[in-house]
């Protein structure tokens, strides 16, 4: 069966070009042009992934990016023709996966559905919660707890966490992290892993601006542990 992407955007011509691209790489394909049109398209056909437009009429990409994270895990893929790294940054923290700035190549973006729909099937089905203090990692059913309550994480912020709760006080490059996240196919701006990195300390750490968990390692990574933390 077709896995489905949802394409939202208010350009009728982006759409078509998407659409046909998409299509042509063997994918069903469901569209719409607004951020409520989008969440209601979501909730009566779903999604295997959704490519997201920042600039939307009635409700913008951000907001209906944070509305379908509260609910669900589909991949992100956040699109913009602004360049700004405060863009990027925001799309990140409110759970995409990925971003892509117009204008782009048909091609590279077919590219980057197939990385993340690569990534998200990705399943553990043999290994034990891993529990650290009061936060408990379930690789099988994909959740994070602390003090028993469940964390929304976004796919990339539990791969990420997990990567490093695996190798506790191993430090990681950041080139090492969004290669393990992207199974070696990442390119990008590697800025991006400390977004995620900081979006997991503001849940998981009891003093987000002082953090014992993930630490960094300045120059370096990061790594789960083992001494003293500080802010990247």
């Known amino acids: 069966m077709a896995q489905r992407v949802l394409v939202v955007d208010d350009e009728k011509s982006i759409r078509t070009i998407v659409e046909y691209a998409l ?12 951020g409520d049109e989008a969440l209601e398209v979501l909730d009566r056909e779903g999604a295997d ?36 790294e405060v863009d990027k940054v925001l799309g990140l923290e409110l759970g995409a996966d990925d971003y892509v700035t117009k204008p782009f190549s048909p091609r590279e973006l077919v590219s980057r559905v197939k990385a993340n729909l690569r990534r998200a099937r990705i399943v553990t089905d043999h290994e034990e ?51 393990h996240l ?21 849940k998981i750490e009891q003093d987000p601006s002082n953090p ?4 960094t390692v300045r120059g370096v990574g990061y790594a789960f542990g083992g001494g003293d933390a500080g802010a990247p």
């Open 49 to 84: 992934l959704v490519l997201l437009d920042l600039m939307l009429p009635g409700i913008d990409g951000l907001e209906v990016c944070r509305r379908i994270r509260a609910t669900r895990n589909v991949p992100i893929i956040m699109l913009s023709a602004r360049g700004e």
């Open 23 to 34: 299509r042509d790489a063997g994918f069903e394909v469901v569209s719409a042009a607004r």
């Open 212 to 215: 014992v968990l993930i630490r």
């Open 129 to 179: 919660p891993i529990r650290v203090g009061d936060i408990e990692v379930d690789p099988v059913a994909r959740t994070v707890r602390r003090d028993g309550q469940e964390v929304a994480v976004t796919f990339s912020e539990f791969e990420i966490l997990l990567k490093l709760l695996r190798s506790p006080r191993r430090v990681f490059t950041r080139e090492e992290l969004m290669n």
């Open 182 to 202: 992207w199974k070696g196919s990442f390119y990008g701006d590697l800025r991006s892993v400390d977004v995620h990195v900081r979006h997991l300390r503001q």
